[in-house]
């Protein structure tokens, strides 16, 4: 039997169990104890040691709990074998290099002509936080818990009921899967779906989405898009089964589909029972024009049309909540496949939104917002009218965007460039061309975002995106 | 062309623009104006209803957006060819039958002996509603924006720390990703695992992990399961590239996985590149003897180890965060492949959880939880303890259970079932079974929670459990 000389400190920050743990654990890594080497009994060691006999079995019971010792019955501690064993204290301490970086990367900017970017000093703060602190945990016992895995019922009733009313959707709070993004969304779609589907975008479409859509592993088909969208054609062609498209304001050209490519998309859909069609429906909230041009999932009667949303363009995108519209057969698949799953968003946040909904906030901030977008839309549209370089305008009328065709020598990249240098970031087409399509031959066009720009800011961008125009124009003429 | 005979309302709910919408959208629909025929100019109208021109032409212009009518230049609207067109108004209203049925169902019992559900009594709510109240969302604008899609650095920071400090991980805030929930980390693994991977999982294990990867199309092998964890020799005999282990307390078992089997669990992972360990460390806070069992990933030098850990069981199911600590292999993947995710945990959620953790209200609270679940656990194991039909008791000294083995002829099912009608929910070993792997035949075995039952009502479960075990003996040795 192994005598062990260990020095306890009695005024350690170390309990005294966990020193004589510490000390058997390095003996035996160092070797100085070996396998099958029986310990001394825990009465034996507490006299010595002149402690409880409790405290040693304490670290004894931690040195078998973790397999450095075992008991034999009626017979005492040994130590195990541990071929290998190492030490593993104080190794591979070296930072782990921070190659992430920053999505949100500042370019040093001061206007910036995002077409996602959103005003936040609109937003009603003291409504949102009077709601917020309305909400006490300890009051209801639901909020404790995980709760529904789809979201909860009242906030479920209460997307459905406004998804109706605003937008056509016909659906019962029991289609809804409320989630933590779009992007979870469409995971969570992809178990449904299962693997080997194929999905049909448009050429040039949103690409994080398509980014989704690659990461689970769906090859991509880069479908053409005519003044009407998605080329239907070509949609036959591609082979796919999955369409996703953006009927209501597609995203970045701002095409509205006419009901007619509505039908023959309905009808391309109907042709199988694997085909489907997912809506999104990403910023249909602001139309400036008209009424707002109802989704496609309501004309749908065959349960083909997947239709998604979100509140992080007409609320925040930190509140993380979308939504799902789903098709009998995908919630009868969701029910037997997801259910299980807990729900994404926290219960209180779910509250929160829920309570928004209801009291009218939601709606009131939306047409509140809705008018301060449509007089900075208009604003915009007037001035880039009035630019001589400014070939055509379309896409307008919705959203936070409009799109520019640019009368230019410069590369879509060279005038981002440039504008960039003078704190303009403008944001071109290309960038949200699908890597599969062929790149556009056609002159500059830029996503002329108005989100979170006030009226100067505006006049200012474009004069300095006049200038990074004329001044090439001017040099080309001089070498000429 | 056409004339059209429309009734105007000036009283009516409807705007003028969209009566004459209506009207002309239903006229086309029932086919009482053709394709290609003419409408009357926006002017003529006007001056026929007796209403602004700028009524008419927004409503023609919604009729254009939409793809009822088109302009030909100089020459006025024209009705588009809509074949198969159809009025969508109305069809299709009957509710979707609500298939979904509550995974929460609620069985009518009063005693339920849950592995999974903790104590809400003792939460300091007093402490999270202050501490959500102090979060002003107007104050600091980061909190309207979507942020880093690991989830913010200071959140992540006070993770790693307390990873490092209480489970003796090894990272950086960097290495860290918050989620909404352990399912939806698995999900985005598996996007950075890739398909092809094949997941050895213990017999026994947790089944809603197993669900997840059969989700995603992962093969599972059912490997045995001995006193010290996942049999190697059957491991290396499944092919399976991905381990998911719970060393520190595997669930339902409690085993704790000695230094040898984690060594030779890492020698396995060393084997291969496209070898991984997923370490689900579910319940590790809450162990009752002695010091908790350090982390695997802790003795992982070679970036074989992915670490997974919730605040489900520490803070509360309903607040839907997890973290994954990715090594560095697959962080790298990670910030090509899905750093343009936004996180899916709102950001007041992610700060509100950070100043709990940075002010120590989260280890206060462990360490009282910890205190009320021993006393517990110590409790039910001194009754249990002196109940004769039960044979052995195993897994204990941690987490929110202990592993009961039944002295009955009863079959799991039937005790269940039996406990059920007199208000007692039990949970069966058989539970968390693997599909895959065959049904054990020995002695019923029942997975016995503590979390969220005070001391008289597990003495009276235990009690009815008695009961129900004693009567079938009964009856059994009547029949005889």
């Keep these: 039997m192994k005598e062990l000389l260990i020095d306890l400190y009695h005024d350690s920050d170390k309990a005294l169990y966990e020193q004589i743990y510490d000390y058997i654990c390095k003996e035996i890594a160092d070797g100085k104890i070996s396998p099958g080497e029986k310990l001394p009994s825990t009465r034996f060691m507490a006299k010595n040691l002149q402690i409880s006999r409790s405290t040693v079995e304490l670290a004894y019971s931690q040195l078998v709990a973790e397999g450095y010792l075992e008991t034999k019955p009626c017979s005492g501690y040994f130590v195990c074998d541990i071929s290998g064993l190492y030490r593993f204290q104080g190794i591979r301490q070296e930072e782990v290099k921070e190659s992430y970086k920053k999505k949100e990367e500042q370019t040093g900017c001061r206007i910036i002509?995002?077409?996602?970017?959103?005003?936040?000093?609109?937003?009603?703060?003291?409504?949102?936080?009077?709601?917020?602190?309305?909400?006490?945990?300890?009051?209801?016992?639901?909020?404790?818990?995980?709760?529904?895995?789809?979201?909860?019922?009242?906030?479920?009733?209460?997307?459905?009921?406004?998804?109706?009313?605003?937008?056509?959707?016909?659906?019962?709070?029991?289609?809804?899967?409320?989630?933590?993004?779009?992007?979870?969304?469409?995971?969570?779609?992809?178990?449904?779906?299962?693997?080997?589907?194929?999905?049909?975008?448009?050429?040039?479409?949103?690409?994080?989405?398509?980014?989704?859509?690659?990461?689970?592993?769906?090859?991509?088909?880069?479908?053409?898009?005519?003044?009407?969208?998605?080329?239907?054609?070509?949609?036959?062609?591609?082979?796919?089964?999955?369409?996703?498209?953006?009927?209501?304001?597609?995203?970045?050209?701002?095409?509205?589909?006419?009901?007619?490519?509505?039908?023959?998309?309905?009808?391309?859909?109907?042709?199988?029972?694997?085909?489907?069609?997912?809506?999104?429906?990403?910023?249909?909230?602001?139309?400036?024009?008209?009424?707002?041009?109802?989704?496609?999932?309501?004309?749908?009667?065959?349960g083909r049309v997947i239709y998604i949303g979100t509140f992080s363009k007409s609320i925040a995108p930190s509140v993380r909540v979308s939504y799902m519209v789903l098709p009998e057969a995908l919630l009868e698949k969701y029910y037997h496949n997801c259910g299980f799953y807990a729900t994404t968003v926290p219960r209180t946040q779910q509250e929160l939104l829920y309570r928004f909904l209801a009291e009218g906030s939601f709606e009131r901030h939306l047409n509140r917002m809705k008018n301060i977008y449509r007089t900075r839309h208009d604003y915009m549209m007037g001035l880039l009218k009035q630019e001589a370089w400014v070939k055509r305008i379309y896409g307008e009328n919705a959203g936070l965007h409009m799109m520019a065709e640019i009368e230019t020598q410069l590369t879509e990249e060279e005038l981002i460039k440039r504008a960039g240098e003078r704190g303009v970031k403008?944001?071109?087409?290309?960038?949200?061309?699908?890597?599969?399509?062929?790149?556009?031959?056609?002159?500059?066009?830029?996503?002329?975002g108005f989100g979170c720009l006030k009226e100067d800011e505006i006049a200012e961008g474009i004069a300095i995106v006049r200038k990074c125009v004329e001044q090439k124009c001017a040099s080309h003429t001089l070498a000429d």
Tied chains: 1, 2.
Excluded at 248 to 262: A, C, E, N, W
Excluded at 278 to 290: C, L, N, P, Q
Excluded at 426 to 441: D, H, I, M
């Design 426 to 448: 403008l944001f071109g087409l290309q960038e949200n061309r699908l890597l599969t399509a062929e790149k556009s031959r056609e002159s500059v066009t830029l996503a002329m």
């Design 113 to 302: 002509f995002s077409p996602f970017q959103v005003d936040r000093t609109y937003f009603p703060f003291r409504v949102w936080q009077k709601l917020n602190r309305s909400i006490n945990m300890e009051d209801e016992e639901k909020f404790f818990f995980a709760g529904d895995s789809r979201g909860d019922e009242n906030l479920r009733g209460a997307i459905s009921s406004y998804l109706h009313r605003a937008r056509g959707v016909r659906c019962t709070a029991g289609q809804v899967i409320v989630g933590a993004g779009n992007e979870y969304l469409l995971l969570l779609l992809s178990q449904l779906l299962g693997s080997g589907q194929k999905v049909a975008m448009e050429k040039y479409t949103y690409i994080q989405a398509a980014r989704t859509f690659s990461n689970m592993e769906y090859p991509i088909a880069a479908v053409d898009i005519d003044e009407a969208g998605m080329v239907m054609q070509k949609l036959y062609e591609s082979g796919a089964n999955i369409a996703y498209v953006m009927p209501s304001h597609q995203f970045p050209l701002g095409t509205v589909m006419p009901m007619k490519r509505r039908l023959e998309l309905l009808q391309w859909a109907a042709a199988s029972e694997r085909n489907y069609i997912i809506e999104d429906d990403h910023d249909s909230e602001f139309r400036y024009k008209g009424k707002p041009i109802p989704s496609l999932q309501g004309m749908d009667m065959l």
